[in-house]
């Protein structure tokens, strides 16, 4: 039984909610199952004695006074101990730190954890805005595997859309596309990695086949070569 902790950086908006998504350990039976939990935050604490959670998943949210940092624990339960899924803080202006899906290595990992618990975990949480950022690694993964191309991100972007969209009617989607990515040439010059640019359109194709708002990091920042430029400047 550990203690999870999250302290909030310098000078920023302090916490106000703390949330749990768990489930448990063992999921052989729809049993309710009673659980302890423990928030302390600051000087205070909440102790929550014996309430039950189900099998698949459970989403906890507490009200706490302003906190720069909130500590998790189950002590006092005796069997049973849940998986936390995720950890929700909110401050005045929203989720300031939530991570619901796990972070993996691209975006076609979003499809590797189990349907049943994302379906239980994300119609808990019902949120409002999902954010997917990807790019950087597909841009690698494409360069390196031929079989990464632009087709399977296409199918790939697809597969993982259609997964959130059909668990989650109310929510709005924002993909963020990558920012520039560069690599030698044959002669040694730095150039806009090709790959990256495939990715972007990738995003773009997607997007706007599924009705979803995209970010083009790449002309935010300024377009071809201007990340070099960036870099010199400081």
């Known amino acids: 039984n550990s203690t999870s902790t999250q ?5 920023q908006n302090l916490w106000l909610k703390a949330g749990l998504i768990l489930h448990s350990q063992k999921s052989d039976t729809n049993q309710s199952k009673p659980i302890n939990i423990n928030i302390n935050y600051g ?37 049973n101990l849940p998986f936390i899924d995720a950890i929700t803080l909110e401050t005045s202006y929203g989720v300031s730190y939530s991570p619901v899906s796990v972070m ?20 808990k949480f019902k949120p409002d805005l999902i954010v997917l950022q990807y790019g950087v690694n597909e841009s690698q993964n494409m360069w390196l595997s031929p079989q990464r191309n632009q087709e399977f991100y296409i199918n790939s972007t697809r597969k993982v859309l259609n997964r959130f969209k059909d668990k989650t009617i109310d929510s709005s989607i924002l993909i963020i596309g990558p920012v520039e990515r560069v690599r030698p040439d044959s002669n040694g010059k730095l150039i806009t990695m090709p790959e990256m640019l495939k990715i972007r359109e990738v995003f773009k194709k997607v997007s706007k086949e599924y009705n979803v708002s995209f970010y083009d990091s790449f002309l935010a920042m300024g377009g071809e070569g201007k990340s070099g430029e960036l870099t010199r400047m400081g």
């Open 104 to 123: 993996r290595l691209e975006l076609n990992d979003q499809l590797i954890s189990d349907e049943e618990k994302f379906e239980c975990g994300i119609k």
């Open 7 to 11: 302290i909030l950086g310098k000078d």
């Open 43 to 79: 000087n205070g604490k909440i102790n929550s004695k014996e309430i039950l959670y189900n099998d698949k998943c459970e989403l906890f949210e507490y009200s706490i006074p302003p906190s720069d940092k909130v500590s998790f624990n189950f002590e006092g339960t005796t069997e």
